[in-house]
């Protein structure tokens, strides 16, 4: 791996997290396997190598104390921001734990892989005029559930500054990317096209099967991505549990047009 650059670090992993789900409500404090999925998620996210620390970034709103009371007990260092700005929670994120690269993953990735997180960093490294690095700008590679994305504070300034869709404020990171040209993009891609596999957690089917998976492959306490395509290829009724969910695009958004204000810091 490229050796990180003193001006590039510290790199921090911001995880997103919310009780608000429309599809499949408090999700991120459901239990999979004796652990809550924002527990297993900052715990995979946490053996990457190339990362400083792992910040959660929640909300203002009093639903989600829980997360927050939960990440005080787990000594996993948080802050809370806006609902529906994520984009202003990732900037608060990044101000105040002073992240020079951000890596943006979302807590609803309870398979997120810190080898892929390894690698679409170090791709990034080697880019030194990159601004955004992605392993889901080409959809049809990773596995829906595997999204990990880099970017810059620099470039993490501009969005938040100009950004001014519902769309790019919620999912923060279309303003680097939904322009061509706009910025020097870097594509991290799979050695193969595993796009139509859906390993994200939104939905009950999601749920049953990622609880599936840390079942079947409960011997292997470090299990890679690779270990669950494995799996499938065994088990190939398990992508039937969920094959025909909607993934949501990145234009549709839950704050139906309103972004809301406010910011509160917590350290844990």
């Known amino acids: 791996m490229k050796q990180v650059p003193e001006i590039r670090k510290p790199i921090l992993a911001v995880i997103q997290a919310r009780m608000g789900s429309s599809r499949l409500p408090d999700k991120v404090l459901l239990d999979i396997a004796g652990r809550p999925m924002l527990a297993r998620v900052v715990e995979r996210a946490k053996q990457a190598a190339l990362l400083d620390d792992v910040i959660v970034a929640t909300t203002i709103d009093p639903e989600d104390d829980p997360v927050a009371a939960f990440c005080e007990q787990q000594g996993y260092p948080f802050c809370r921001g806006p609902v529906f700005d994520v984009l202003a929670r990732y900037h608060l994120a990044a101000e105040t734990f002073d992240g020079q690269t951000i890596v943006r993953i ?8 810190p080898d892929v997180i390894d690698r679409t960093i170090d791709k990034f490294l080697q880019q030194p005029a990159a ?3 992605s392993n889901r700008l080409q959809r049809y590679t990773y596995p829906i559930g595997l999204d990990v994305e880099v970017f810059t504070r620099d470039g993490l300034e501009r969005a938040f500054s100009d950004a001014e869709e519902p769309y790019q404020r919620e999912h923060v990171t279309p303003f680097f ?7 020097p993009l870097v594509s991290v891609e799979a050695e193969g096209e595993y796009g139509h596999l859906r390993w994200t ?10 609880r599936r998976v840390y079942r079947l492959l409960a011997d292997r306490a470090h299990f890679r991505w690779m270990d669950v395509l ?12 969920n094959a025909h969910i909607r993934h949501k695009g990145f234009r ?3 704050s139906r047009g309103s972004m809301d204000s406010g910011t509160v810091v917590e350290k844990g």
């Open 131 to 133: 601004v955004y690095a």
């Open 201 to 210: 957690v939104d939905t009950p089917e999601d749920l049953e099967f990622v």
């Open 252 to 254: 549709e958004t839950d």
């Open 230 to 241: 494995n799996l499938l290829e065994q088990e190939p009724e398990l992508v039937s549990i």
């Open 106 to 113: 979302t807590a609803d990735c309870p398979l997120i892989d």
């Open 177 to 183: 990317y939904d322009t061509p040209g706009k910025f």
